[in-house]
């Protein structure tokens, strides 16, 4: 596979685990060593230098901090190694210590230690040491990984900022594909080690290139149908077919929440509502469409009367996916 | 029923404000606290606290002036000096040595790297006359090694160098077990975290590896520096037992019991007592520093 990041670009390793994303952050690190294949940064070949020379920022799904050193230890480390005379001087690595504080918003925690924070806490410290060394290029692997959904949401945003702030290329491993679509200016999409697809978020998400990806990226619909010239005929509905999409029999895919209803008599799929169950904002709608159990998702305030368990509507697919089966 | 419509009563607060008597021991959910720190107390003082409060008392018998006149007698206090010292040396020559091992043993995958391993056990398990008798055979002039030492006019059996080559040698196993569960427990990705930081090798293992294992080294030392200092059988064989220049304190003791002076030997013992527990003591002061550093 090929994969190139842009400069300044965010950049996101979405796969399953086993495809192989980690792997592919370790190789741009330098932690591991590809069989075959080349590594260039800048035009650079970044497989011929060491680890330590490449100047890259990586931060760890489990903050791999230094347990023994206070914060501000922890932040310094990457200037206090250097050269001696590469080395700022000891009032420089305070500024920029405590310029980095700032960024990650940590102020006065500089005398802790690491098991004195809480994980959100201890992975912003792990991202200021990353940041410290100035890197050429930021690596994440799974950094929210360890974190409480609400920490991560939090986190999420303000990663994002940083990185705008920051302007550093950044290549951000996930398996959560939400994570990937909120903060990647583009996602490469990653199975059993190759490159599945790669491009913007929104692309990505409304044009799937295969059934995995689709799958991968939310909940789906699965049905066969029939394309002939350019009409898609899914049992007895016929629509319009997608552009570009194959002739013959193909397997359609659709969003369970993208979806519209109509009655009985209507156009669309027939369904029989088997169970409706409010949860929260949404309802899960449990239908049998062509003999298939499938969960829909409705919008609680914009649900017609017609469903209700034991009664037959008409479920319209707004954006089916096509692929040849 | 009145009561249905009642209002609910208040919950009470749970919180500091509450007025609390403090407590000698904090409260624990686990059960048995009563019964096994009974335990625990009528145990050690069986086993430790009474036969070292016996020792304590025995050396009055002889009063002040005796057991102050027993302890300025120039053999004990060589004795006592070549035991502490040698010990020392020992046990910091071990950290060393015994850091490097446990490197080997856990960095690396070698043939034979498992009976290395099992070997490292053997001073623990051999008993220390039979090492003793094992080492001498080795290092005295007429052993391999000894004579080899003796052409650059080396003595190394019966002199302080072979009380320090024993001591070495029963040492090691503290040290070595002390140090590999925690070095194999180091998490792989804070070294490399410090590799993308731009540290060197060298730099890595002194400014992350070592701080790490610090604690459970210093530990590991302190058992070694403890065991070489009651180490007996081993040494006496090796040591020569020369009168102020190679005679252990334990060996003292045990010649003033063969001369019935009960008295004095116990106050030999009372001054191993009290050097030994002043120097664990401070070891473990250090020790609670190191480990309580990033893990309060």
């Known amino acids: 596979m090929s994969l190139q990041a842009r400069d300044k670009e965010f950049l996101a390793l979405l796969g399953p685990s086993g495809s192989g994303k980690t792997t592919l952050l370790r190789v741009l690190a330098g932690l591991e060593e590809p069989d075959s294949g080349e590594v260039r940064f800048d035009g650079e070949d970044f497989l011929a230098l060491p680890v330590r020379k490449r100047k890259v920022g990586m931060v760890f799904q489990h903050y791999a901090l230094f347990r023994h050193m206070t914060v501000a230890q922890n932040i310094a480390f990457g200037l206090t190694v250097r050269p001696a005379r590469e080395r700022p001087g000891k009032a420089e690595i305070k500024r920029r210590v405590t310029e980095l504080l700032d960024l990650v918003q940590l102020q006065g925690l500089e005398k802790r230690f690491p098991s004195q924070l809480s994980g959100g806490q201890r992975q912003r410290v792990a991202l200021a040491r990353a940041l410290a060394i100035e890197p050429r290029m930021l690596l994440l692997d799974e950094p929210f990984g360890a974190l409480d959904a609400q920490v991560r949401r939090e986190l999420r945003r303000w990663l994002r900022e940083l990185h705008d702030r920051a302007g550093v290329t950044t290549v951000f491993v996930t398996h959560d594909q939400e994570e990937a679509l909120d903060l990647a200016d583009r996602v490469a999409i990653l199975k059993d080690g190759e490159l599945v697809q790669l491009g913007a978020p929104n692309a990505v998400y409304e044009h799937p290139a295969t059934p995995f990806v689709f799958d991968f990226l939310g909940q789906a619909c699965q049905l066969p149908g029939i394309v002939q010239g350019r009409t898609l005929t899914v049992a007895d509905w016929g629509t319009a077919a997608p552009e570009g999409a194959p002739q013959g029999a193909v397997q359609v895919f659709f969003r369970p929440d993208e979806i519209a209803f109509a009655p009985a008599d209507g156009a669309g799929l027939a369904a029989e509502v088997l169970a409706v169950a409010q949860r929260g904002p949404d309802v899960r709608i449990d239908c049998r469409i062509e003999g298939v159990l499938m969960e829909l998702i409705g919008h609680g305030p914009t649900l017609p009367a017609g469903v209700a368990p034991g009664l037959s509507v008409r479920v319209k697919p707004l954006r089916p996916q096509v692929y040849a089966t | ?296």
């Open chain 2, 1 to 296: 029923m009145t009561d249905r419509f009642s209002v609910p009563p208040v919950p009470r607060p749970v919180t500091d404000a509450w007025p609390r008597r403090p407590r000698l021991v904090e409260h624990s959910i686990l059960p048995g606290l009563k019964l096994s720190l009974g335990i625990t107390l009528v145990y050690l003082t069986l086993i430790v606290l009474l036969p070292l409060a016996a020792l304590a008392v025995r050396p009055w018998e002889i009063g002040l002036d005796g057991v102050v006149r027993t302890l300025s007698d120039p053999r004990v206090a060589s004795a006592l000096r070549v035991s502490f010292g040698i010990s020392l040396l020992a046990a910091l020559t071990n950290a060393p040595l015994g850091l490097l091992i446990a490197w080997t043993l856990t960095r690396y995958e070698f043939p034979g790297r498992r009976i290395l391993d099992a070997l490292v056990d053997l001073p623990f398990a051999l008993p220390t006359a039979v090492a003793g008798i094992a080492l001498t055979a080795i290092y005295s002039p007429t052993g391999p090694v000894g004579a080899f030492a003796a052409q650059f006019g080396i003595k190394t059996a019966y002199s302080p160098i072979g009380i320090f080559i024993a001591l070495v040698f029963i040492g090691l196993p503290f040290v070595v077990r002390s140090v590999q569960p925690v070095m194999q427990d180091l998490d792989k990705d804070v070294e490399e975290a410090a590799q993308t930081l731009g540290a060197t090798d060298i730099q890595r293992v002194t400014r992350v590896v070592l701080p790490a294992l610090a604690p459970a080294l210093l530990s590991g030392v302190s058992l070694a520096f403890a065991r070489a200092v009651g180490e007996y059988g081993s040494v006496i064989f090796i040591a020569g037992n020369m009168p102020l220049k190679t005679e252990i304190a334990p060996l003292l003791i045990v010649i003033k019991l063969e001369q019935y002076d009960y008295a004095g030997a116990a106050a030999i013992g009372l001054a191993m007592l009290a050097i030994s527990f002043g120097a664990l003591v401070a070891m473990n002061a250090v020790q609670i520093y190191l480990s309580r550093r990033g893990r309060a």
